[in-house]
């Protein structure tokens, strides 16, 4: 369950990877085909942006759930300029685009409502209070069903919710990037917001399966990534080998553990680990039969060091709001 009755599986599927991000875009049908497995899976809430090709990946999903549309939560997301407005910053939520952006998106999705919206990136050029504004419209057309938000400070987070309740925050979590324990996950307590991390298998690297002699295909972002330099995955790797030998003992991958750990947090908290294999997804799926108790976590939790090298590069650092 996220915030203001949204009702999901335990863990999502986001769907960015099939389209962007990480080389080429996969085969459109073995897409399809890892789509369809999670609805059999049970999984119902599928993540995707406008930003995500740009666009291709909407259609993908419209396409691949269409029949399944009564079934599943589609969660999309806006924000970023993608129609040549020439904004300095590269975002753009100026509530004539969030507008427009969210009828583009109704066509590509194939469908008359967008379950979950999320501003995708905070823009610090427009009033946070005029873009939840704009969404609390979409709302009151039906065209939109909740609001949420992405890698947004806690006082955006207060002032967003203010216009107009926010169900759900996505943001970057892990066992490699812990930082939402300090203030994001005491103020989405406390104002009932549901959180929903992304990359939490740290964009890949706590499934055991990378280590420095790994090679990314040509657009990767993790080709520009500070924590995917040689060394410092190299230096990480202790961090791994530590993860392996807590699932060995569980009878379960490292993958299942991190998965585990996150879903051992809070109930409200609904990762959306990515992949575009069928096998990866059933193995993830599968970290929801997995039960870590208190003791299970503190010993993950002491075990464990913090992960080194930064999160983002410094040309997209500045988008995290804080």
Known sequence: ?????????????????????????????????????????????????????????????????????????????????????????????RPETIKNGVEGSLKRLRTDR?????????????????????????????????????EAGVQTIRRAHAVQPVTALQSEYSLWWREPEDEILPTLEELGVGFVPFSPLGKGFLTG?????????????????????????????????LLKEIAERKHATPAQIALAWLLAQKPWVVPIPGTTKVHRLEENIGAADIALTPVDVREIDDALPPAQGDRYAPAQQRLIDR
């Open 1 to 93: 369950m996220l915030g203001n009755n949204l009702n999901v599986s335990t863990l999502g599927l986001g769907c960015m990877s099939m389209s962007f991000g990480l080389g080429p875009a996969a085969d459109k049908q073995q897409s399809i085909a890892v789509i369809h497995r999670a609805v059999d899976l049970g999984v119902t809430l599928f993540d995707t942006a406008q930003v995500y090709g740009p666009y291709a990946n909407e259609e993908l999903l419209g396409e691949a759930l269409e029949p399944f549309r009564d079934q599943v939560v589609i969660a999309t997301k806006f924000g970023f300029d993608l129609e040549g407005a020439d904004r300095e910053s590269g975002l753009d939520s």
């Open 114 to 150: 967008i379950d979950l919206l999320y501003q995708h990136r905070v823009d610090p050029d427009v009033p946070i209070e005029e873009v939840a504004g704009a969404v609390k419209e979409l709302v009151d057309e039906g065209k939109v069903k909740h609001f949420g938000l992405s």
């Open 209 to 241: 399966k990378i280590d420095e002699t790994t090679e990314f295909a040509p657009g990767d972002f993790r080709n520009t990534g500070p924590r995917f330099s040689t060394e410092v995955r190299k230096a990480n790797l202790a961090f791994v080998e």
